[in-house]
């Protein structure tokens, strides 16, 4: 059974149950699936004071309940709380699909080598939380990372995100590979699936939701 933490927001985390589900609905066999809604706030507080320690206790509290309900796997549909991934793997009940290593082998695979990140400020600031060792990491202007952090948030707030936001975002994204060199825009913040998808996304990128979904997938077939 899979499990996922809610919550986080909420959009990021119907977009991974609705991409579950219908894969499963494709491959007709049935899709187990345990949900538990973790706090947003409570995350942004623990980031915003870098308490990895704090963040991992609270995060495998949610995972407990997540076993308790059947789950073998769990995954954490946004990046920001992978913050404190190291401290919590070794504390987690059931084994965690890691986002951050998943976006790892896909950048390296693709041999990118410069590339910009567009989610929270703690994600921006943090280069990923130095999870991309070897690969430059192109950190937006202040006002830019100020302008991403703060659309981003209202996407996640909010569950959806208007045409504005995404052409503002494509824009910067379109400066940024112009003006530094960038090979491709990691999408890390999983609730920018609420406006971003194959048709619309001109600029180079990764989607970094889809990446999680197709890990999560393959570790939860069937042997």
Not at 127 to 152: C, M, N, R
Not at 157 to 164: C, K, P, T
Request: proline share 4%; with cysteine.
């Amino acid at each position: 059974m899979i499990g996922i933490v809610g919550g986080l927001g909420i959009g990021a985390g119907i977009h991974y149950y609705k991409e579950l589900a219908a894969t499963h609905e494709a491959q007709q066999r049935p899709l187990q699936i345990a949900i538990v809604h973790a706090q947003m706030s409570r995350i942004f507080d623990y980031a915003s004071r870098q308490d990895r320690v704090g963040l991992a206790k609270y995060l495998a509290g949610v995972l407990a309940q997540l076993k308790g309900a059947g789950a073998t796997i769990a995954a954490i549909p946004a990046v920001t709380p992978h913050l404190c991934i190291r401290e919590l793997e070794s504390i987690a009940p059931v084994p965690i699909v890691n986002l951050l290593d998943v976006i790892r082998d896909e950048v390296l695979a693709r041999g990118f080598r410069r590339v910009a990140l567009f989610g929270t400020r703690f994600v921006i600031e943090s280069s990923l939380f130095g999870w991309l060792d070897g690969v430059e990491i192109v950190k937006p202007q202040p006002a830019e990372v100020d302008f991403i952090h703060d659309t981003y948030f209202s996407i996640a707030s909010n569950g959806a995100g208007s045409d504005g936001q995404r052409e503002g975002l494509a824009a910067l994204a379109e400066t940024l590979c112009r003006r530094d060199g960038v090979e491709a825009v990691l999408l890390a913040g999983t609730d920018l699936s609420a406006i971003f998808n194959e048709s619309n996304t001109g600029f180079p990128h990764l989607d970094c939701a889809a990446l999680h979904i197709r890990a999560i997938l393959q570790r939860a077939a069937p042997s």
